[in-house]
């Protein structure tokens, strides 16, 4: 019998923390640790045309921070791309939870064309003319060769399909590259195609997929990496 207070209690409908729907899949789209330095004279060798250096100090030093970061998140699998800048950066992670990473190749950074193996930040360091069309026109195909923005979009979007289909309900932790990121996070937010490009190496960006379609929880969180001076917001 509710006592006569309770009786007359309407009932209250309270604002709480955000919860991922039942089915959806929750995906931590990390970018990998930075990597070797591109120089001219040494270029990076390729896997399947693209190229793959190994993480620099900092960038294992990320790969640490990442890995302290979320050893007590529930995650039930990790994903790393075939380019082993993303595998080195799992590793501290995939060591405390025991788990064995997956590759996804799918993921794997857009492809650059000629400007593989390195040439690529050279080029955008020395503001090379199609280096400003491509940030201008956000198309990475003015570079000569470079895959096409529809065709990159399209097996990012098939591999974040198989993995939602992988882990319904679940939660993944994705180890992949800047462009990647980019691209999946304009596909769930129908932005720009350039809109987020710049993920800080070892930041974690945050995606709860349902039915096919994204929801953007989260980006270039860096909080785990203890920079000793905040990043200045303007
Ligand atoms: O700086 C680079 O080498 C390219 O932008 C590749 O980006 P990634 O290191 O995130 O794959």
Known sequence: ??????????????QTPYKAPDGATEVLLIRHGAS??????????????????????????????????????????????PLRRTSQTAAPLARRLGLEPRVEP???????????????RKMV???DPVAQRMFAEERWDVIPGA????????RVEEGLVRLAAAHAGGRIAVFTHGGVIA??????????????????????SRLVRLGGLSSLRGFNDVSHLGWSVPAPLT
Do not use: C
């Open 147 to 154: 895959e096409k923005n529809e065709a990159f979009a399209a």
């Open 183 to 204: 691209q999946a996070l304009a596909a769930a937010t129908g932005s720009r195609p350039f809109a987020f490009l710049g993920a800080d190496n070892g930041s974690i």
């Open 1 to 14: 019998m509710p006592s006569v207070d309770e009786r007359d209690e309407p009932t209250e409908y309270r």
């Open 106 to 120: 799918g993921l794997r950074e857009v492809h650059l064309g000629e400007w593989e193996g390195g040439l690529f």
């Open 36 to 81: 070797a330095p591109a120089r001219p004279d040494r270029p990076f060798p390729l896997v399947d045309g693209h190229g793959d250096p190994e993480l620099a100090p900092e960038g294992r030093d990320q790969a640490e921070r990442v890995g302290e970061r979320l050893a007590d998140e529930p995650l039930d699998a990790i994903y790393v791309t």
């Open 125 to 127: 360091a020395e503001n």
